[in-house]
């Protein structure tokens, strides 16, 4: 068995719009009721996702929910004709499209029964991600069905607000060693909502059999959520012994740097000093919103949204990175900016799952044809352009409906429906 890391990207659904349902995302908020263009932000995503093969790693998909859930609005006691307009959009948001959200993730060498473990987010913060989760499970369900080798558990009780892999880093020098794993909680986030609960964490640490010993559980910073980095990834990444984060990321650094030091001795952390970047720009440019990945050839690169390129303070500190002597060696930019208008970078937009690619469904598993097929079903399907009004208009929820169902006829996942 040869476990890779593979890294699933949520295919940007065809209702993506700017709704401005997230409190505490400056992005969401800043461009809520602009016209949104579903087709082009499913291509960027899609050229993203070509773009890490062509780097030769493992790609992974999941395809859009259905949406408008019809199931909620029913939950909600209505229906897509009449559902008030407050609730609306959250009906038909496209947010399932940040994977990284989706669940957190566990790999085998960390867990007591050596099984990949997947905890599904239950979202609970933002209503208009609140009910992604049974459709999510479902896929995960079907994509690592496996039992000898994954186990996917239902999400934390709602009490305790869990958002997934973005507040959950795993550390360690290779797949075959258990690693360190970091959940990362918010308490405070000043005038913006925490969204990860500490006891979610917890839970999902017990449920994936974790080592104690090994396991970290680590407060971010008031400052930085009161920023608007509202998940860690915003302001941390990491992969196998490379911590890569701002300096203002957790509550508490001196103490989680030094348990980390202790648990793995060869650790390099990379801090990013606020003198040089200040959370600010740090955020505007989701600079560390990038996928920080391993590259066959040796070395780490960086998988950054075009922002950061963008932003002077960022770039400049990068690029002395990079040329420097530091494990992080290539720089990539991808162009996410749809996705990236509601606060959805590289990170976001992905799930990393370290497994053997031949134990997960191979529906899920993307090459370049793959992505030609599904490249082509979204030129065809997909809207151009959603208006915040258009989601009142049944011939957009017709259209939508029918995109979704090309797209899993032409990956052959129509028992997803
Ligand atoms: O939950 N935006 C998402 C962005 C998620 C980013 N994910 C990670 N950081 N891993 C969110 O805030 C905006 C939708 C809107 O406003 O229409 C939104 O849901």
Redesign the pocket.
Known sequence: MTLREINFDGIIGPSH??????FG?LA?GLN?GNVSHPKAAALQGVEKMRHNLDLGLAQGFFVPLPRPDHDWLADLGTTVQDVPASLR?AAF?A?AM?A??AATVSPAPDTADERCHLTVANLRT?A??SHEWPDTFSQLRCAFGNAEHFRVHRPIPPTFGDEGA?NHMRLGSAHAAAGVEVFVYGQRGGAFPARQHVEASRAIARHHQLDEERTLFVAQSEEAIAAGA??N??VAVANENVLFCHELAFEDRPSFYAALRRLLPDVEIIEVPASAVSLGDAIKSYMF?AQLVTLPQGGMGLILPEEARETPSVWRWLEEMASGNGPIGELFVVDVRQSMA???GP??LRLRVVADPETVDPRFIADQQKLDDVSEIIEEHWPDRIAPDDLTNPELWEQLESAREALLDGLELSDLT
Do not use: I, T
């Not at 719009?17 to 997230?22: K, Q």
């Open positions: 719009n700017y709704a401005g349902l997230s995302n969401s809520k959009p948001s947010s940040w990284a959200n933002m208009h991600r973005a509202f998940h990834d915003v919103n509601n606060g959805g990170a976001c």
